[in-house]
């Protein structure tokens, strides 16, 4: 099991950079594929990025394929989100999240979330 704490977020302007960070509890960090997701205002929770558990590989939604980039410190037991050139349509609260390695981040479905983090984006 895994304990996932968020840092970051906050209100930033478009076309602005933001890092969000999300450390874990537990000493299989390193075990786990983590990824993120986010939930705007009247929607449903949407897949953002995932990365592989040593690092070697990350997938991303088209929407921010480009502008944001996950990545990993495993000896630091934490994971990152790099938000670069957002936009007014980035404005959501977004998770970590945790799975179990399935072989392909395409099917990354997460099985231990983060408290999740609010975003604004002001244009």
């Known amino acids: 099991q895994v304990q996932l704490v968020q840092s970051g977020g906050g209100l930033v302007q478009a076309g602005g950079s933001l890092r969000l960070s999300c450390a874990a509890s537990?000493?299989?960090?390193?075990?786990?594929?983590m990824g993120w997701f986010r939930q705007a205002p009247g929607k449903e929770r949407e897949f953002v990025a995932a990365?592989?558990?040593?690092?070697?590989?990350?997938y991303y939604a088209d929407s921010v394929k480009g502008r944001f980039t996950i990545s990993r410190d495993n000896g630091k037991k934490t994971v990152y989100l790099q938000m670069n050139s957002v936009q007014p349509r980035d404005t959501a609260v977004y998770y970590c999240?945790?799975?179990?390695?399935?072989?392909?981040?395409?099917?990354?479905?997460?099985?231990?979330w983060g408290q999740g983090t609010l975003v604004t984006v002001s244009s």
């Open positions: 999240a945790a799975d179990p390695p399935r072989g392909d981040l395409k099917g990354f479905i997460a099985s231990y």
């Open positions: 990365i592989s558990w040593s690092g070697s590989r990350t």
């Open positions: 537990g000493r299989t960090f390193s075990s786990y594929d």
